[in-house]
């Protein structure tokens, strides 16, 4: 019998990130003007282990898998999506460290975010290469050591992390195939981290641009290097896709309920406005969209945790990643829609609502490059980096 129902830790532990999360809601708009979770929740969030629990127990992690983690990812933003951004833990820094890196190399780099608690990936690029496909940053062989010379965009946490996973090419010859990556401490010399970005939602996700000016590295701060390197590399991304799939489900769920709750107290010609057929069969569809999105994204979830063949875990995940994140849009925009004027109004929640899900729809992977995973997969086509990895060259992204 197949069944995606939570085992009896998965349901305790969501439990206690809804808990939490009813904290992330009472005090969402307190972290949105401030920019930051409050510090007693992030000690709280700690303290919970959240943010580790995918992270396998041979690096210090719960080991919990990846469906684990979206459940509670799930709760986490139906509380508060931008706050997901703002709480410490290894985070895209850990999922790239994972798949990425050896052991002595992963449980290195989390030790250089354990008192801070945050690290970054360093992935994403104003413009493309003018004349060849890649990135612009590169990283040149000296000696014993590889030289990190470029600018990286939107680059999530970057102003609160202790250390980075930089890409950049080191090969100009292959294009995307030519890729490598490496752990770069913030402290290095040469590492200068931009103003934080003023952005559209998300308002506690720190964003900015980081600059590697000669940062010398060891080599054996590179990281994944062989042949394995460009199918890590869409591992790491696809699963740090779904988390922030994860986090689109919450917000449509938190959307979702707030406008059941709001057209049932509202009323309009002597009944509530909830009783109408147009804005009843709206609400229900976006109740589909929430239950359809949760279910794609924790069957491709527990499809990588039950270790499938491959192929068939990136095309669970393109489907689930595509989905989730236009449903969070729609979720979003009928919720300001059905709050008629108050929706645009900064005491009810659905205004941010729908602003943190543009955005969101652009933290990991959009759902254009997630179409053309899906593409690629089911065609049988070679999954170009360039086509289904966001880059400067098709459609940046937050990473």
Not at 38 to 53: H, N, Q
Not at 163 to 191: H, K, M, R, Y
Not at 263 to 275: D, I, S, T, Y
């Amino acid at each position: 019998m197949i069944s995606f129902e939570p085992s009896e830790d998965q349901r305790m532990m969501a439990d206690q990130a809804r808990a939490f999360a009813r904290s992330l809601r009472l005090r969402m708009r307190e972290a949105e003007a401030a920019r930051e979770v409050p510090a007693d929740l992030r000690k709280t969030a700690i303290e919970m282990g959240l943010g580790s629990v995918a992270i396998p127990e041979s690096l210090g992690g719960a080991g919990l898998g990846l469906a684990t983690a979206s459940l509670i990812e799930q709760e986490l933003a139906a509380g508060d999506v931008g706050a997901a951004f703002g709480l410490p833990g290894p985070g895209a820094f850990g999922r790239a460290v994972a798949e990425l890196a050896d052991t002595a190399q992963a449980i290195h780099a989390l030790s250089l975010i354990a008192e801070d608690g945050f690290g970054a990936v360093a992935w994403g690029e104003r413009a493309p290469h003018p004349t060849r496909p890649g990135l612009r940053a590169i990283a040149r062989r000296e000696g014993d050591d590889w030289v990190l010379s470029g600018q990286k965009a939107y680059v999530l946490n970057a102003g609160r992390a202790s250390a980075f996973v930089v890409f950049a090419q080191v090969d100009e010859s292959l294009g995307w195939a030519g890729l490598g990556a490496f752990l770069v401490a913030s402290d290095a010399p040469g590492v200068q981290v931009g103003p934080r970005e003023t952005t559209l939602g998300l308002d506690v996700a720190s964003v900015a641009d980081v600059t590697f000016n000669d940062v010398r590295v060891k080599a054996s701060e590179r990281l994944g290097e062989g042949a394995n390197f460009e199918a890590a590399t869409l591992r790491f991304f696809v699963k740090n896709a779904l988390i922030m799939a994860s986090r689109a489900v919450g917000l449509s769920r938190a959307a979702v309920d707030v406008t059941r709750d709001y057209v049932e107290q509202r009323k309009a010609f002597g009944k509530p406005v909830g009783h109408f057929q147009a804005v009843a069969f709206n609400v229900a569809d976006r109740a589909m969209d929430v239950a359809a999105s949760s279910a794609m994204v924790l069957r491709a979830a527990w499809m990588w945790d039950a270790a499938v063949p491959e192929q068939e875990a990136l095309l669970a995940s393109a489907f689930a990643v595509s989905f989730a994140l236009e449903a969070a849009m729609r979720c979003g925009d009928d919720a300001v829609q059905l709050h008629g004027g108050a929706g645009f109004i900064r005491d009810y929640p659905v205004e941010k609502m729908m602003r943190d899900a543009k955005q969101l729809q652009l933290a990991g992977m959009p759902s254009g490059c997630a179409d053309q995973l899906a593409a690629a997969v089911e065609l049988g086509r070679p999954l170009d980096l360039g086509l289904v990895l966001p880059n400067a060259e098709s459609q940046s992204a937050l990473v």
